[in-house]
Structures are given as C-alpha cells and as structure tokens.
C-alpha cells in the first residue's frame, strides 16, 4: 500500500511539471500563495552568535522567540503562535526541526570551514509553510581558523 501510494504521489509530481504554454494563473502564482499565509505575532532574534562575532568550532546557535513557541509535531491545522524553526547556514539548510539552542557543529554534521558565514534561521507554521510576513532573523559570523 505505502509503495502504491510513493507511486501515485511521484506520477503526479511528473504530471504536475508537464504544463502547457499557457501562462499559470495569477492565484497559482508563489507569490499569492504567500500572500494567503497567516501572520503570526512570533518575533525571532539570534542571541548567539553575535554579529559580527569570530567564533570557534564550538558555537551554539542560541534563539530567542517571542510570542509564539516551537512546536515538535507538524500539523496543517495553523495556529500563528505555533510553529517550527527552520535553519539554513551559507544557504544550505540545516534543520527543519531545530530548537532554540542547537549547537551548529551537530546541525552540519561535523565541523565548520574557517572563515565568514550567514546564519539565516526562519520560525515557521506547523505545516513548514512561511507566515505573512515572514518571521526571519539573520547573522553574520566568522569561524577562526
């Protein structure tokens, strides 16, 4: 049942990226999709590391929300106040599911390359999807090598 279901799912995935030349509509569009995003009042800061900051490869990611909190399950019923934190560093993410304090050396999998990076950390709805606006924080950061 679960392979029939991955199969189902994958050839609609194909269908869905055979298209014809016309052009999509307007409520398709990215865009609107995120324009009917809830808002959420949840105002995410990185504590650590600072801006600015050269750091070794011990560094913890430390957040601070407020107004909302993280949440371990994912649902699609959105409530503004619940979400998760998504983790991306130099671009490419990191977690999905992270916490307030991960400590990034875990998140990659090992260690950190020497030299500057960007901690871009996003709380997001229970369904993975971004509020309206987003709830984005960012940092820049150096790793001593």
Request: hydrophobic share 45%; net charge negative; aromatic share 2%.
């Amino acid at each position: 049942m679960r392979r029939m279901l991955i199969v189902v799912a994958a050839l609609a995935l194909g269908l869905a990226g055979c298209g014809s030349d016309a052009e999509p509509a307007d409520d398709a569009s990215p865009t609107a999709a995120v324009a009917e995003r809830p808002a959420s009042p949840a105002v995410l800061t990185i504590v650590e590391p600072q801006a600015g900051a050269t750091v070794g490869q011990d560094v913890v990611m430390e957040l601070q929300l407020e107004g909302a909190e993280v949440i371990p399950e994912v649902t699609t019923e959105l409530d503004p106040r619940e979400g998760h934190i998504h983790i991306k560093l130099d671009g490419e993410t990191l977690s999905l599911l992270a916490g307030l304090r991960e400590p990034l050396a875990d998140l990659t999998g090992g260690t950190l390359a020497p030299g500057p990076h960007l901690l871009e950390t996003e709380f997001v709805a229970g369904d993975h999807g971004p509020f309206n606006p987003r709830v984005v924080a960012t940092v820049s950061f150096s790793v001593e090598g």
